[in-house]
């Protein structure tokens, strides 16, 4: 008999044992103990987060005959659920099953009375593959649901479901699982399978896991059979072709001293043991986001891959702004991994390239030294103008040489009647729209969309309209990074062409939020608030002609120019 996957052998038969998610658990816990089960459910979140388990895990329990302490586990629905013969547990994949006939089957059985237990459940996995006839006949049914009959929608993309379904379903957003719950769990199961487990190679498969249970127990397996039980860092890194954290700290360091002789060899020496360079690359800026972190807050508990020691001696080499600029580059590289037939060309090109950069790109982010002249366009009564950057050349020595450096001005915070007057044209019903979209960020993390989905990944929705979304995060830097006019414009299209939100995004510290929300109140019991304000969405740039007459128009007004 064929051996059981881990991930099958320890699937969650109680709530209890469920690992993340706990407020979802606790929702669900709560409405089968009261009796406030609803009709129909949607789970949406990434792969092996736990989707397909709570919903057996509902159906189970809605069907229990001790609903005090539901799922019990020994009553006979529990039984039968537990060995998939339940007749009134029917779960379906719409990935296989897409047609409008396979719908309608469903909902003619639906209409029949539950044979074994107080509830009929459907589980429809992957619900967003069903063809847009199925769906529009799945919805008649959400709607005006047949009596004692629950249905529970899962799904990795609810982008692609129609609104109507969505709005009839109770929606739960599943997290990725953190990575000390997922390496606690491996853990665990490796003392029960008497499987000898180092703690950082637990670590190493929940990082290389992305949140995923499943993922991860699936890696432990496959370690657990090369290793005939014995599972150690240096194992998991020769099967997956990965590097040890002081080996990705030596390549930083000899990047940071331009020994190019020695970034050759080891770049050369990776290629040789089949080193995947995508996750060389992810571990790098996880490396340089641990040492910009803690070069500026001095907090262990903040490290996620490197440990104090290791924080300590390469913030002290290399500064965090400097961390990040690498970050950056190294972000870009990933974009280029597909486009090209050698990653190691690719990896190595950028690690040199680093390591030759002059000394005045390293002081200003690499921004060319010709100033042009900007004349700041003339602010409007309620509107948010941004501010350009205003750029002043100065002298500079470097090594007995002058080097003309751009000493750059920080993009302006908004200010308080600016937030105020975003506040005015904001509500309820766009906010939980937009925190739902942002909610599945995570889902866009790519190689194109990563230098985004960091970012907003930082942000929580203040408050939201029709035409833009005002977020608020704990870092100034992080505020103004989004608010910055080149970023901004970038967020502004991802979230249009990808997450299909077409709004223009600004953001605040959560400190000026909490001041705003106050002086928001105060101001409208005096009745002095300001004028709502009138949002600016980015034009399409169809060439660069039309971008220099939109600047011109701009600044000198339509009436008063005559095209030629």
């Known amino acids: 008999m064929a051996k059981i996957a881990l991930y099958q052998k320890y699937r969650s038969s109680t709530f209890e044992e469920v690992v993340g998610q706990e407020y979802i658990v606790k929702s669900i816990k709560n409405a089968v103990k009261e009796n406030k089960?609803?009709?129909?459910?949607?789970?949406?979140?990434?792969?092996?987060?736990?989707?397909?388990?709570?919903?057996?895990?509902?159906?189970?329990?809605?069907?229990?005959?001790?609903?005090?302490?539901?799922?019990?586990?020994?009553?006979?629905?529990?039984?039968?659920?537990?060995?998939?013969?339940?007749?009134?547990?029917?779960?379906?994949?719409?990935?296989?099953?897409?047609?409008?006939?396979?719908?309608?089957?469903?909902?003619?059985?639906?209409?029949l009375a539950p044979m074994q237990g107080k509830h009929k459940v459907y589980i429809i996995d992957e619900v967003h593959q069903l063809s847009s006839a199925a769906s529009s006949a799945l919805l008649k049914t959400l709607e005006e649901p047949p009596e004692n009959v629950i249905f529970i929608l899962a799904t990795t993309d609810p982008q692609k479901l129609l609104p109507t379904i969505i709005s009839r379903c109770q929606r739960y957003d599943f997290t990725k699982v953190r990575t000390d719950q997922i390496r606690d769990h491996l853990l665990n199961i490796a003392k029960k399978e008497n499987i000898i487990m180092e703690e950082n190679a637990a670590m190493m498969i929940a990082v290389l896991s992305d949140g995923g249970m499943r993922d991860a127990l699936s890696i432990m397996d496959q370690c657990a059979s090369y290793t005939r039980d014995e599972i150690t860092v240096d194992a998991i890194d020769r099967i997956y072709g990965l590097a040890t954290t002081s080996e990705k700290i030596g390549l930083i360091e000899d990047i940071q001293n331009k020994d190019l002789a020695s970034i050759l060899t080891r770049i050369q020496n990776y290629e040789e043991k089949g080193i995947d360079f995508v996750r060389y690359t992810d571990g790098m800026i996880d490396i340089l986001k641990d040492s910009a972190v803690y070069s500026v807050c001095k907090k262990e508990e903040l490290l996620k891959v490197l440990n104090q020691e290791e924080a300590n001696a390469l913030s002290s080499k290399i500064s965090s702004s400097?961390?990040?600029?690498?970050?950056?580059?190294?972000?870009?590289?990933?974009?280029?991994?597909?486009?090209?037939?050698?990653?190691?060309?690719?990896?190595?090109?950028?690690?040199?390239?680093?390591?030759?950069?002059?000394?005045?790109?390293?002081?200003?982010?690499a921004i060319p030294?010709?100033?042009?002249?900007i004349s700041a366009p003339v602010n409007t009564e309620n509107r948010i103008v941004r501010t350009p950057v205003i750029s002043e050349p100065v002298k500079q020595t470097v090594e007995e040489k002058t080097v003309e450096v751009v000493k750059v001005k920080p993009v302006d915070v908004i200010p308080l009647d600016k937030v105020l007057s975003i506040l005015l044209v904001c509500n309820k019903q766009n906010k939980v729209s937009d925190e739902n979209t942002l909610s599945m960020i995570g889902s866009y993390a790519d190689?194109?969309?990563?230098?985004?989905?960091?970012?907003?990944?930082?942000?929580?929705?203040?408050?939201?309209?029709n035409d833009c979304i005002l977020l608020y995060t704990k870092m100034q830097s992080i505020a103004n990074r989004i608010n910055e006019e080149k970023m901004n414009r970038e967020i502004y299209e991802f979230m249009r062409d990808v997450l299909h939100t077409d709004k223009v995004v600004f953001a605040i510290t959560e400190d000026d939020f909490t001041k705003a929300k106050v002086e928001f109140v105060n101001h409208k019991k005096e009745g002095t608030l300001p004028e709502p304000i009138q949002i600016e969405k980015y034009k399409e740039e169809s060439s660069e002609e039309s971008s220099t007459l939109e600047k011109v128009k701009e600044l000198f007004g339509e009436d008063n120019i005559e095209i030629v």
């Open 369 to 373: 030294t010709e100033v042009h002249n």
């Open 322 to 365: 400097m961390c990040m600029q690498i970050c950056e580059k190294l972000l870009d590289t990933k974009s280029r991994y597909k486009q090209s037939t050698s990653a190691a060309r690719v990896f190595e090109v950028m690690c040199l390239s680093l390591a030759t950069e002059e000394v005045t790109n390293t002081i200003v982010n």
């Open 447 to 465: 190689l194109n969309h990563r230098k985004y989905t960091t970012v907003l990944s930082e942000c929580k929705v203040a408050a939201s309209g």
């Open 37 to 111: 089960v609803g009709h129909a459910y949607l789970f949406c979140g990434p792969r092996g987060t736990g989707k397909t388990t709570m919903a057996r895990l509902l159906a189970k329990a809605v069907n229990c005959e001790n609903p005090e302490n539901a799922p019990c586990e020994k009553c006979e629905n529990c039984v039968a659920a537990n060995s998939g013969t339940h007749p009134d547990i029917i779960e379906i994949n719409a990935a296989n099953e897409t047609h409008v006939e396979d719908i309608r089957d469903l909902i003619e059985r639906s209409r």
